[in-house]
C-alpha cells in the first residue's frame, strides 16, 4: 500500500469560539472540518464558531485514534490545555502529505481546491 492509499485516522482538538475545547476523531480530518465549520459537524461544535484546530494526532488504526480520543476527554482542561501547548503536530503534517494551510481553509471542501 502506497502513502497515497493509505486512510489515516486522526485525533483532533478544536478551540470554538466561546473558549470551549472539542475533542474528536475521523479518518478524513479535511472533510469533517469542513463539516464542523458548515454547523455539520458534532452537535456540541454548532453555533460555536469559528472553530480553530488547534491540535492533531495521526494514528493507522481507528481504534488507536478512538482510544486516544477518549483519554484525552477525561484530562482536565489544564492538562488539555497543557497539551496543546506542544505545537510541532503542525510540523509532522508534511509526513502524512498535508499542509497547516490545508486544514484552516474555512471553505475548501478538499485539498485540492487549494491548489
Known amino acids: 500500500m502506497t502513502d497515497l492509499e493509505h486512510t489515516y485516522n486522526y485525533t483532533y482538538i478544536l478551540?470554538?469560539?466561546?473558549?470551549?475545547?472539542?475533542?474528536?476523531?475521523?479518518?478524513?480530518i479535511i472533510n469533517r472540518l469542513k463539516m464542523h465549520r458548515e454547523g455539520k459537524g458534532a452537535k456540541y461544535t454548532r453555533g460555536r464558531g469559528p472553530l480553530t484546530l488547534v491540535h492533531l494526532e495521526v494514528y493507522d488504526t481507528k481504534s488507536e485514534a478512538m482510544r486516544r480520543e477518549a483519554f484525552i476527554k477525561k484530562l482536565s482542561r489544564e492538562e488539555k490545555e497543557r497539551l496543546l501547548e506542544d505545537e510541532e503536530w503542525k510540523d509532522r503534517l508534511s509526513?502524512?502529505?498535508?499542509?497547516?494551510t490545508d486544514l484552516c481553509a474555512e471553505t475548501a471542501s478538499s485539498k485540492e481546491d487549494l491548489v
Open 15 to 28: 478551540r470554538c469560539g466561546d473558549g470551549s475545547l472539542y475533542t474528536g476523531w475521523t479518518n478524513d
Open 95 to 100: 509526513d502524512i502529505g498535508l499542509l497547516y
